[in-house]
């Protein structure tokens, strides 16, 4: 199992959990913890044994933004991750999920500061929760900076724009429970219980059938842009296979003999 100082990774039965492990620094983004979550990202991709990924952060936030200093290597990071990032210089982008999408469900766990690059980053996963106490935003315009990790496309996209703008224009701090009025997270959970609630989501996910589960998730984020019509035809081009599937007929099957059933990838 891969990681590195400032990223943990974890299973918990077929979930894959990442942790953004900085917590002197609010889990700033590192070099060190850009190449982990890149490399979690691929390895929960690679094994078919992980059916969901968790995200969360270690020592009560979850994510406050890009360390330049860090990025910048700066005595912080080891040579190997400047190597790798002058190997691909887009694995910044990749590590936020700006450049990359999991095929597997990802679920947020947030606890405190999730801001700037935390909010962000945030915008590429698929399911939210938060803690009470929270605190979501934008900050980039009120340091005269702009939010080039993908916000002024996607959050537009995922809330309603006169509330995205007023994030994006604003630079204001948000509760979590403004943040769930907005439809930016989905659960706001007592504080120190988002974890456990993003594992309790990731096994309801993992007791689905897996290739059912990608192919819904690839369908959602594929047909996102399409017309209608457009995104109706393409649904049925990737929904369609899923019902010759060794894992469909198990499905049915073990709702016919009222029992869990056992899926194979097949």
């Known amino acids: 199992m891969g990681g590195t100082e400032h990223l943990t990774v974890q299973r918990e039965g ?4 990442l942790t953004l492990n900085r917590p002197q620094a ?3 983004l590192s070099l060190p913890m850009l ?6 990202w691929l390895e929960a991709d690679a094994d078919d044994s992980v059916r969901s990924i968790v995200l969360t952060g270690a020592g009560g936030s979850f994510c406050s933004g ?5 990025l910048a290597g700066n005595g912080m990071a080891g040579e190997e991750y400047r190597d790798r990032l002058k190997a691909d210089p887009d694995l910044h982008w990749k590590a936020m999920l700006r450049h990359h999408r999991p095929r597997k469900p990802v679920i ?4 405190g500061y999730c801001v700037a690059g935390g909010t962000e980053m945030l915008q590429g996963t698929d ?3 938060a803690g009470e106490s929270a605190t979501f935003g934008l ?3 009120k340091r005269g900076l702009f939010p080039i990790g993908g916000s002024t496309v996607r959050l537009p996209r995922q809330i309603p724009r006169t509330h995205a703008l007023e994030m994006l224009l604003t630079g204001r701090p948000y509760s979590a429970p403004e943040a769930a009025a907005i439809g930016l997270i989905g659960h706001v959970v007592p504080d120190g219980t988002a974890l456990d609630k993003a594992l309790e989501i990731a096994e309801q996910i993992n007791s689905c059938g897996p290739l059912a589960v990608e192919a819904v998730k690839a369908s959602v984020y594929k047909t996102a842009e399409m017309t209608e019509s457009d995104g109706l035809a393409a649904e049925l081009t990737r929904g369609w296979p899923v019902f010759d599937t060794a894992d469909a007929k198990e499905g049915a099957r073990a709702f016919a003999e009222k029992r869990p059933p056992v899926y194979k990838r097949a």
């Open 14 to 17: 077929a979930t894959l959990v």
């Open 26 to 28: 609010r889990n700033a």
């Open 35 to 40: 190449v982990g979550l890149y490399d979690g």
């Open 66 to 70: 890009m360390d330049l200093k860090a």
């Open 108 to 111: 947020a766990a947030v606890e």
């Open 127 to 129: 399911i939210r929760v």
């Open 139 to 141: 900050f980039e315009v």
